[in-house]
């Protein structure tokens, strides 16, 4: 439920507005990039200061980028650059950060998360957990509320334009759907796939994503 307008939550769902990537100049060591570009080496060594090496980042602050779709990187990060992604979180870190970045070095920068091992989600038989398969898969038809799984995947992999939210954290993915459903980040499709979902559905459906 949750990304990157195209259809109503039942066939958009899922794109969560998973990456608020914060390429925030937070000092720390960056991983090796394959490349002998040293402005995409440099970019991904920023990165990694709050995502973490490869990508993998422990803070539910700043999204998990390994195994993240290439796609749907390229477009986040030139929305932050163009300043068409206007939510807090994107101004705060993103705006400054993404300002300079060229049409090559997204792409490479993109292309080097993608290539990453995602991390695996946890597994969980918690009833949160529970209730949230149960939306992510049939929606809730009595609300209106459409199931989430068919933009993202029955394993919510993702695919092109439509973000991987399975493994991500899940804080972050909460956040992004609060922020869809006030229309903080602005995306008509996904304000009215997340307007109705209750604080306590949100919690359910990101506890179920965190597990896959």
Same mark, same amino acid.
């Given at each position: 439920?949750?990304?990157?307008?195209?259809?109503?939550? #039942? !066939?958009?769902?899922?794109?969560? %507005?998973?990456?608020?990537? /914060?390429?925030? &100049?937070?000092? *720390?060591?960056?991983?090796?990039?394959?490349?002998?570009?040293?402005?995409?080496?440099?970019?991904?060594?920023?990165?990694?200061?709050?995502?973490?090496?490869?990508?993998?980042?422990?803070?539910?602050?700043?999204?998990?980028?390994?195994?993240?779709?290439?796609?749907?990187?390229?477009?986040?990060?030139?929305?932050?650059?163009?300043?068409t992604r206007a939510?807090?979180?994107?101004?705060?870190?993103?705006?400054?950060?993404?300002?300079?970045?060229?049409?090559?070095?997204?792409e490479a920068v993109?292309?080097?998360? #993608? !290539?990453?091992?995602?991390?695996? %989600?946890?597994p969980s038989s /918690?009833?949160? &957990?529970?209730? *949230?398969?149960?939306?992510?898969?049939?929606?809730?038809?009595?609300?209106?509320?459409?199931?989430?799984?068919?933009?993202?995947?029955?394993?919510?992999?993702?695919?092109?334009?439509?973000?991987?939210?399975?493994?991500?954290?899940?804080?972050?993915?909460?956040?992004?759907?609060?922020?869809?459903?006030?229309?903080?980040?602005?995306?008509?499709?996904?304000?009215?796939?997340?307007?109705?979902?209750?604080?306590?559905?949100?919690?359910?459906?990101?506890?179920?994503?965190?597990?896959?």
């Amino acid at each position: 439920m949750l990304d990157s307008g195209r259809r109503r939550i #039942a !066939s958009t769902p899922a794109a969560f %507005g998973l990456v608020a990537l /914060s390429l925030t &100049a937070c000092g *720390g060591a960056g991983p090796q990039v394959a490349s002998t570009d040293s402005t995409v080496a440099g970019t991904v060594h920023v990165c990694s200061s709050c995502h973490g090496p490869e990508g993998r980042s422990i803070s539910p602050t700043f999204p998990r980028l390994a195994g993240q779709q290439k796609d749907y990187l390229v477009a986040q990060l030139q929305a932050f650059r163009d300043k068409t992604r206007a939510d807090p979180h994107a101004q705060t870190y993103m705006w400054g950060m993404a300002a300079r970045l060229s049409d090559p070095t997204i792409e490479a920068v993109a292309a080097y998360y #993608a !290539s990453q091992t995602p991390v695996a %989600g946890q597994p969980s038989s /918690s009833p949160e &957990a529970a209730a *949230g398969k149960a939306i992510f898969t049939d929606g809730i038809p009595s609300e209106g509320v459409p199931a989430c799984m068919s933009c993202p995947g029955e394993k919510g992999e993702g695919n092109g334009p439509i973000p991987r939210l399975a493994g991500q954290h899940q804080a972050y993915l909460a956040r992004q759907l609060e922020a869809f459903a006030s229309m903080a980040r602005a995306n008509e499709i996904m304000h009215e796939n997340s307007k109705d979902l209750t604080p306590e559905q949100i919690s359910e459906v990101t506890a179920y994503l965190a597990t896959l």
